[in-house]
């Protein structure tokens, strides 16, 4: 057994190389035009340690949109602009017992949505960020995360393109649905600002310097702040698999269906993974294979 802190080149090679034969088992989106050309073997991983170090291996060039990935930061952002008090009353931090853009969820908690790593929390999250329209709220957003992380994220316009070309047109359906009751004021704004911050993109050392903020001590974080968002994606993170994966692997984790997946391990680092073949959920598999061999080497303590 060994530490996050023990782990290098070659026992990482070793474990991605295990991983990444799973990926037959997923599919790469279909229903973003851009996101569908994604390589469904592309594989990086980036460990981001508190000590400022970092190791990255596979196709660590790649750049990718955070798509999902990026709510477990919208809400962080939200806790440090306002206060838990105060947004918690806008998002609960309950489990979803069904799938991650599930009208039926909603209309069950009367408009009320379950988590912010949902889509109908992240929407309502997305209405409720500061700034006058959807780019500037996004361009406020990406700042503030590439100045407390070091990253160099930016919005991908032809990504967006994409995604605005094919909207999901549940989103639409969740987005007047929180606005029949009161959760959000602009439904337009709503939607157009969560599509933005889903465009976000960078490569899979972005990635890890993002997951940092959640791992490691921070000056400019509240470490209450970090616990609640860490809580709240140990328990929602993956879907409606998460429970699976808190079990199993005991950490706090984030998906997004363009192939990524952050993991938290307090007080050591953020593992990073990419990889665009999902699993029916929605997950990407070989970054949860990755993850299950690693816990399985690794003396990670857990939540």
């Not at 930061?73 to 799938?99: C, D």
């Not at 908690?109 to 006058?132: C, F, Q, V, W």
């Not at 050392?205 to 940092?212: E, F, P």
Request: aromatic letters at 8%; glycine letters at 6%.
């Amino acid at each position: 057994m060994i530490k996050l802190t023990d782990i290098n080149i070659d026992n990482l090679s070793v474990w991605m190389q295990q991983a990444k034969t799973q990926t037959t088992k997923g599919k790469v989106i279909q229903r973003i035009p851009l996101l569908s050309q994604a390589n469904p073997d592309s594989f990086a991983v980036n460990i981001c340690f508190c000590s400022c170090e970092n190791i990255s291996l596979g196709d660590d060039v790649c750049i990718f949109p955070l798509m999902s990935v990026i709510k477990p930061f919208s809400f962080l952002y939200l806790l440090e602009y306002f206060s838990a008090e105060k947004v918690l009353k806008w998002v609960g931090i309950q489990p979803s017992l069904m799938a991650f853009n599930s009208l039926e969820q909603l209309i069950a908690d009367h408009g009320y949505p379950r988590n912010p790593m949902i889509n109908s929390g992240a929407i309502t999250i997305a209405d409720k960020l500061p700034g006058e329209n959807a780019n500037d709220r996004t361009e406020l957003f990406c700042q503030w995360l590439n100045k407390i992380t070091g990253s160099n994220l930016y919005l991908d316009q032809e990504m967006l393109a994409s995604v605005r070309d094919s909207r999901a047109e549940i989103n639409v359906a969740i987005a007047r649905y929180l606005y029949e009751h009161g959760n959000i004021k602009n439904i337009d704004l709503a939607i157009d600002t969560y599509e933005q911050i889903c465009c976000i993109s960078g490569n899979i050392t972005d990635l890890g310097k993002l997951g940092k903020i959640l791992a490691c001590k921070h000056d400019e974080v509240s470490y209450q702040n970090q616990q609640i968002v860490n809580s709240v994606m140990l328990n929602c993170g993956l879907y409606e698999v998460s429970h699976k994966y808190a079990l199993k692997i005991g950490l706090p984790m984030k998906s997004g269906v363009s192939g990524t997946l952050i993991t938290i391990v307090p007080n050591q680092g953020a593992i990073a993974c990419y990889n665009p073949a999902l699993d029916r959920v929605g997950n990407s598999v070989a970054s949860l294979a990755f993850m299950e061999i690693l816990a399985n080497n690794s003396h990670i303590d857990k939540l």
